[in-house]
């Protein structure tokens, strides 16, 4: 068999013809099928109630909304330069320094990305190469390793346990290091978990970093919603950490934008001068009108967050305490971040089989731990972004299994 043979063979086929290899390394979404999946049974007449996902409830702030619109009324629909409108190049720069302790030239230490998912999967592609492999504490979001895998690196996971409050130490992340290590993924506020780092957490991370002179990506999207005194602090404000951090984050989360697709990656001018190349040969560019509207939320919208916040905290408890009513589950409060993550290996059930019994007695959706690594095995994910109707009635359903937990 000659070389190219052998390379159709090991390749990937639909309908006969050869796929990139790299899709073998990489499955669908899970919380995009998920989600799917409740659009697919409520056409059908189910009444599902969703606590899966990732989205507020919440509509966008009407300064944001009268900004765009006012944008799209005056032609403001056209290309804007890769990097993004200066306007909010400016205001982004300002607030990284005022509230994060992170000083970056606008002009030349931010990329305004559509979205935060494509700043990220910017941030790796900038830093890794095939064969590269960036550590990934989890359980974590689904789409860390797979962005690594669709460029050909590897994502090499840093099992956290609950025992330790899914805290990260410095002592995992170097029995994961090997000579091909290049970097490493943080998530403050974490999805699923909703850990915070503390200073301690964060003084280690860095220290291991600067010993092995690896770059951080550090995803900050949930940075506005903490909660019980906790203060979210971000990695490159720390001392000798600057010089190798690319700080993603976006305006989904905090502000309802979800639909907006608006985002940003910021960092040392070295690494955002490649990141730019990135976002030139991609994207272009974010939605004129949309980066209008990413000025007016981070001048004019700080008291919607603040009423989103608080909301949030009512909704935390209802959730929280819903499921530690349930026989064989527990569940801690989050510091951060809109996620409920339940302990329910007392079920005798996998996450996967507790998320099926769920949907099919009670027609409510959750994320099962398994998929955001094999660290969250025994837990489920639940979303309290949704409204107090849903959370109640979903808790009200809950109540009703109650006992009622089918063996293995």
Known sequence: MNERARERAGAGQVCGVRVAQRFSRVERSATVALLETVQRLRREGV????????????????????????????????????RGLPELLGVIGEKLATENGVHVDPATGIVVTPSAKQALFTALMTVLDPGDEVIVPTPAWVSYPAMAGLIGARAVPAELRAEDGFRLSRQLLESRLTDRTRAVVVNTPANPTGHVLDEAEAAQIVAFAMKHDLVLIVDEIYEKIVYDGHRHLSLASLPGAAERTLTVNGFSKAYAMTGWRLGYLAGPEPLIAQALKVQEHTVSCAASFVQRGGVAALTRAADDVTAMLKEYTIRRELTVTALNAL??????????AFYAFADIRGTGLTSAGFAQVLLE??????????????????????????????????????AGLAGEWPEG
């Open 47 to 82: 009444a599902v109630l969703d606590l899966s996902g990732g989205e507020p409830d919440f509509t966008t702030p009407d300064a944001v909304i009268a900004e765009t619109v006012t944008a799209l009324e005056g032609g403001d629909t056209h290309y804007t330069p890769s």
């Open 327 to 336: 026989p064989g589950v527990t569940c801690t409060y989050p510091e951060g």
């Open 361 to 398: 007695r009670a027609a409510v959706t959750v994320a099962p731990g398994s998929a955001f690594g094999a660290a969250g095995e025994g837990y489920v994910r639940l979303s309290f972004a949704a409204s107090r109707d849903v959370l109640e009635g979903a808790g009200a359903r809950l």
